[in-house]
């Protein structure tokens, strides 16, 4: 059975980074890319960024583009994401979840909230 | 920047069909058969229900169905349960920078 199970909820003051892990089971681990997608308090859900995890190429939203940075450890079955520059508008629960083709994602991990506050 | 439009909220009797609509901007939904819907229920992650427009993944029922027509596509739910409250988004394809392009929701109340 396909699970994907992250890290738990951070706070953080705005300035600051953070780092959400995404560890998957249950398939083959580096056939599937995983996208990485967030919704804040009233949003729609926002797609940020995908990583191939056969190769670690990365494609990102033009939106988070400079200030994150998805990575893998395909050894240990996980996939990293690093938010940089935190302003309070990145208070959101975080999401990784598998690709399924070219545009969906068949399996999601339970979310991480991030709290930005000063 | 291209959006996704659906209906804040869509509500209906149990049994009864409820359709919500997504309307795409330029090089969306009418431009890719890459189409997907998602249910969100309180607390919980985003579930898959539909794909490429029609496609339904296994173990979601046969009550969902999903349509296309120029730049809007559709999700239909069929017998309207209450368990099938919660709030659903479609997405598109909107290019390679951004292969995951979501609606803004919409809230699904069984009356």
């Known amino acids: 059975q396909v699970h994907l199970v992250q890290s738990g909820a951070e706070v953080r003051k705005p300035g600051a980074s953070v780092n959400v892990s995404c560890e998957g089971s249950?398939?083959?681990?580096?056939?599937?890319?995983i996208h990485w997608v967030r919704r804040a308090p009233g949003q729609r859900l926002e797609w940020m960024g995908w990583?191939?995890?056969?190769?670690?190429?990365?494609e990102y939203s033009p939106m988070f583009q400079h200030r994150v940075t998805i990575s893998r450890d395909a050894s240990a079955n996980t996939i990293y994401m690093e938010l940089r520059t935190l302003g309070l508008e990145d208070t959101a629960v975080y999401y990784c979840?598998?690709?399924?083709?070219?545009?969906?994602?068949?399996?999601w991990g339970q979310g991480t909230l991030v709290t930005v506050s000063s | 920047q291209s959006v996704l439009t659906q209906p804040d909220s869509v509500s209906g009797s149990p049994g009864q069909s409820i359709t919500i609509s997504c309307t795409g901007a330029?090089?969306?939904?009418?431009?890719?058969?890459?189409v997907s819907w998602y249910q969100q229920q309180a607390g919980k992650a985003p579930k898959l229900m539909i794909y490429?427009?029609?496609k339904r993944p296994s173990g979601v029922s046969n009550r969902f169905s999903g349509s296309k027509s120029g730049s809007t596509a559709s999700l239909t739910i069929s017998g309207l349960q209450a368990e099938d409250e919660g709030d659903y988004y479609c997405?598109?394809?909107?290019?390679?920078?951004?292969?995951?392009?979501f609606g803004g929701g919409t809230r699904v109340t069984v009356l």
């Open positions: 490429e427009v029609t």
């Open positions: 249950g398939y083959s681990f580096t056939t599937y890319s």
């Open positions: 990583i191939n995890a056969g190769n670690g190429n990365t």
């Open positions: 979840a598998r690709s399924l083709g070219r545009a969906a994602a068949d399996y």
């Open positions: 330029l090089r969306t939904i009418g431009t890719y058969n890459l």
């Open positions: 997405c598109s394809f909107g290019g390679t920078t951004t292969p995951l392009l």
